[in-house]
């Protein structure tokens, strides 16, 4: 992306690949239903209006708590429980409503501070999200649901004594989250999501990846796409936010450019492979020895082509470290017993 320096989120995390640790071992998912209908608040002060949003026969009413209304960067915590739900769904093993996670892994995962101060804006994201009551008809695989309910239904933190840093947290998602994960009502979002800046930009991206996806493009009227994003600002003001976001052009995966008549037309970024066209990352020969060491006796070509179909169904994110991350990869395939020696 040729985003400007300063529009991006730092890169909290830049030792970690997410190929490399066991946590990201997994690409990360978001619900179709909340990636079509704007179910987030996208201001950075508590929001406390009702929004009421109908479109195409979907009516949605989003009820917040003295707290406010749950945001877009509150969604990083559900995107992070949704990957894990896939990830464990694709591996054979059961699941259920209640996860159990790492704190500190969370954090890191979704490009979040992992001081003092990022534990405590969890803290509040988890009781904005429990505390968010959504009114919807909503249809989650095969099932049309008419109900009230919030975004999680529980949650709670085990610290390691009264005052001290959370260790772990457990989450309860709701019902009508989890059916939308055993449905398979998912796609898959670029890790560069979590260093988007501004709300409206996360909002955007969600938008250009459920609707335009891999076609050559998507064009929307700037009218629906202000309605869809759930911004509570008026048009003008819209208008020149998104051309703010044109201009910057931060967007993962998508490029948006402004036609007349307040059209707008989204396309995918061309991806520059590092070697022929669907070969992927290239690996060096040395690391190719130190695969065989590691797995002897195995196919090595065949599991770099495995590795390679694991990064581009990932949304071939940017590697920092090819050689590296694919020999983590392999030790983390040998040690979850997917590669037996």
């Not at 040729?2 to 071992?25: E, K, Q, Y």
């Amino acid at each position: 992306m040729a985003g400007r320096a300063g529009g991006l989120l730092p890169d909290r995390h830049p030792t970690v690949d997410m190929f490399v640790c066991g946590i990201f071992d997994v690409s990360f998912k978001d619900d179709l239903a909340s990636m079509e209908h704007p179910l987030f608040s996208l201001s950075t002060r508590p929001d406390r209006r009702i929004l009421s949003y109908s479109h195409n026969g979907v009516a949605v009413e989003v009820t917040p708590s003295v707290r406010g209304r749950a945001t877009i960067h509150d969604k990083d915590i559900l995107i992070y429980c949704i990957s894990q739900l896939v990830a464990a769904l694709n591996a054979g093993r059961q699941v259920s409503r209640r996860i159990s996670l790492r704190a500190h892994d969370l954090l890191v995962a979704t490009n979040r501070d992992t001081g003092g101060d990022g534990y405590k804006r969890l803290r509040e994201a988890f009781e904005r999200l429990a505390s968010t009551r959504i009114t919807t008809n909503i249809v989650t695989g095969e099932r049309e649901v008419t109900s009230g309910f919030g975004l999680i239904e529980s949650w709670e933190i085990v610290r390691k004594s009264r005052g001290g840093r959370m260790i772990s947290v457990a989450v309860v998602l709701s019902e009508w989250l989890f059916q939308a994960v055993l449905s398979k009502s998912v796609l898959t979002l670029s890790p560069e999501y979590f260093r988007l800046r501004k709300p409206l930009e996360r909002r955007l991206y969600e938008l250009l990846r459920k609707h335009c996806g891999r076609q050559p493009q998507w064009r929307v009227s700037l009218g629906v796409l202000h309605k869809k994003s759930g911004s509570t600002a008026p048009i003008r003001v819209f208008r020149a936010a998104v051309r703010r976001i044109i201009a910057d052009d931060n967007l993962p995966e998508y490029e948006l450019e402004e036609l007349e008549g307040d059209i707008l037309r989204a396309s995918p970024r061309k991806v520059v492979e590092a070697v022929g066209a669907g070969q992927g990352a290239l690996l060096s020969a040395d690391t190719l020895l130190q695969a065989r060491a590691l797995v002897p006796g195995h196919d090595i070509y065949a599991l770099e082509a495995r590795w390679k179909a694991f990064w581009a169904a990932s949304g071939r994110p940017a590697l920092r470290n090819p050689d590296r991350a694919f020999l983590a990869w392999l030790e983390g395939q040998k040690e979850r017993g997917r590669i037996t020696l």
